[in-house]
């Protein structure tokens, strides 16, 4: 009788270590793979934050004085800037940053932004599409993963 028990105890135990390799082995397999934004592990957040590196530098040159991702400041808080008025049109979002006076003139929701926040905002026309395009992932990025805010915090 004592035998079958060790035997029980050795089986159960050996079932355990063969789904602990099993388990270790998706885990290592999954972190292979190419990063993915809805993903928070560590691994893959420090290769998302790679990615975002040159969003983050532009943030700052340009947008940092005046604007806080989560909090309103000079300028309004840009989490989730895109889901408020006409900034769902990516079009609007260049032509606002590269000359906000001129798109004020055009857009009724800028106007009353800018009546919300008195400082008028800075033109950019020296940026392209593809850098505010660059800017506006770091934000989107940041602001939807704490993990991977952290971490480019600490870049």
Known sequence: MKEIKYIIHAFLLLSAILILFIGLKSVLFELQKEPDPGVTTIENTKRLSNIYVKGKELFIAKCGACHILNANSTGPSLCGFEARGSWNERENVYQWIKNPQEFREKSQYAKELSESFPAMMTG???????????????????????????????N
């Not at 990025?141 to 600490?154: H, P």
């Open 124 to 154: 950019f026309p020296d940026l392209t599409n593809e850098e505010i395009d660059e800017i506006i992932k770091y934000i989107n990025s940041a602001c939807n993963n704490s993990v991977l805010n952290t971490i480019i915090a600490n």
